[in-house]
C-alpha cells in the first residue's frame, strides 16, 4: 500500500551525465514537492507543484528541471550534475496547498555522482 | 522570510527519560508548526503538529507545546525507548496559498538502553 513511490531508490551517474528521477503517488494528492536532503541536514526545498502550477525556490540552481505529466507523477531533471548534487531526494506530496497539509514522503533517491 | 532555528543538533538520553527539543521562529504569521521524525534511512514522518490557537498538544509520550509571545515551539518524549532514536525537525509555515513548509536543522536524538 505504498503511497508515495520513487525510483529508483539508489541511482549513480557520472559527472555532467543527466539524470532523471520519478516519483509517483497513489493518493491523488494536488501538490507534489522535491527536496534535496544531505547528509545530517533538513531538507530542502527545490521546487513544489500545485497541480499544474509550477513553483520554483529562489536559490534552486537552474541545473534542476522538473514535469509533472499528470496528478500522478513527478520527475526530477538534473541535467548536468556535479559532485555537490549528491544527496538524497525527497519526493513528497500533500492533498492541498498551503504549509499546513501534512506531507507524505517517499523513501527518497539517493544519488551518487562519480 | 521565515527561519527556523532548532536546539540541540544532538540529544542523548537514557532510556525512560524525558527528551525535549526546542525551536524559534522568525515570522510572527507562521501559526503551524509540524514535528516530523526520520529514522536511520528512511522517510520523514509527521509525529505531531500544532496550530497557532493553541499553546499544547499532547499525543500519548510526545507532546507540543508554543509560545506565540515568544515566537518559540518545543517536543517533549517522555519514558524515552530506544525505538525513539531518530532525527527530529521541526517546521514552520503560513497556511495560506504556496508557502512551503521551513525546516530547522533537526536534532539527532539517541535514546541508551
Known amino acids: 500500500d505504498a503511497m508515495v513511490i520513487q525510483n529508483p531508490r539508489y541511482q549513480v551517474t557520472q559527472f555532467g551525465k543527466p539524470v532523471t528521477l520519478s516519483c509517483s503517488q497513489t493518493l491523488n494528492h494536488n501538490v507534489m514537492y522535491w527536496y534535496q536532503q544531505k547528509s545530517s541536514q533538513a531538507p530542502k526545498l527545490l521546487f513544489h507543484?500545485?497541480?499544474?502550477?509550477?513553483?520554483n525556490e529562489a536559490d534552486t540552481p537552474d541545473n534542476f528541471q522538473s514535469r509533472r505529466p499528470n496528478t500522478s507523477f513527478c520527475f526530477l531533471d538534473i541535467r548536468s550534475p556535479g559532485l555537490g548534487d549528491a544527496a538524497m531526494y525527497l519526493c513528497a506530496t500533500s492533498r492541498r496547498g498551503g504549509g499546513d497539509n501534512e506531507q507524505f514522503f517517499g523513501p527518497g533517491t539517493r544519488l551518487t555522482v562519480l | 522570510g521565515e527561519n527556523v532555528e532548532q536546539h540541540p543538533s544532538t540529544l542523548s538520553v537514557q532510556e525512560g527519560d524525558s527528551a525535549v527539543i526546542k525551536c524559534t521562529y522568525s515570522?510572527?504569521?507562521?501559526?503551524?508548526f509540524p514535528w516530523y521524525k526520520q529514522e536511520l534511512g528512511k522517510r520523514p514522518q509527521l509525529i505531531i503538529d500544532i496550530r497557532s490557537n493553541v499553546g499544547e498538544k499532547k499525543d500519548q509520550r510526545i507532546a507540543v507545546t508554543l509560545n506565540k509571545t515568544a515566537k518559540h515551539f518545543s517536543l517533549h518524549i517522555t519514558e524515552t525507548q530506544p525505538e525513539d532514536s531518530a532525527v527530529y525537525f521541526c517546521a514552520a509555515t503560513i497556511p495560506s496559498g504556496n508557502t512551503p513548509l521551513v525546516f530547522g536543522k533537526g536534532t539527532r536524538l539517541s535514546v541508551i538502553a
Open positions: 515570522d510572527s504569521a507562521s501559526n503551524y
Open positions: 507543484y500545485y497541480d499544474k502550477d509550477f513553483n
